[in-house]
């Protein structure tokens, strides 16, 4: 058999082409986390994505997965439950009324978005400090 000559390397393979966190704390060795939540600001209002985990421990709207705030509610995802526990979380979190956080979309998902109204910029600050603090 010919043997082929090996490839000279590229500067492209040398590096990789973004960085990205892992979940290793966690157990999840090599599942990509990324640091920041995607977030659109409106003129009075802020929407971004959240990734559910119902039946959690504890209750918390703390870290990020995928560019999405990750929120954990106790209860299980059954008649919209953690829908609701999901919005309430997240007003306790994000220190606005109940009344302003609206679930326009992912109802019947663990992905959902979210829209708060209310300052654009000073939610967007708040919801990238929850999502850049560590999951516990």
């Known amino acids: 058999m010919r043997s082929r000559p090996s490839p000279s390397p590229s500067p492209s393979r040398d590096r990789p082409a973004r960085t990205v966190r ?9 599942v990509p986390v990324d640091a920041a939540v995607l977030i659109r600001e409106l003129a009075d209002a802020v929407e ?7 039946r959690s421990r504890r209750e918390q709207a703390r870290g990020s997965r995928s560019g999405a705030l990750a ?7 059954a008649d919209g439950q953690a829908n609701r526990a999901v919005c ?39 919801i990238s400090a929850l999502g850049s603090a560590p999951e516990n």
């Open 22 to 30: 892992t979940a290793s704390a966690s157990g999840r060795e090599g």
């Open 88 to 126: 309430r979380v997240l007003a306790e979190a994000l220190e606005v009324p109940a009344s302003a956080v609206r679930l326009i979309a992912g109802a019947r998902s663990r992905h959902k978005r979210i829209r708060i109204e209310g300052p654009s910029q000073e939610l967007a600050a708040r």
């Open 48 to 54: 971004f994505a959240v990734h559910v985990r119902p």
């Open 71 to 77: 929120v954990r509610v106790r209860v299980p995802p």
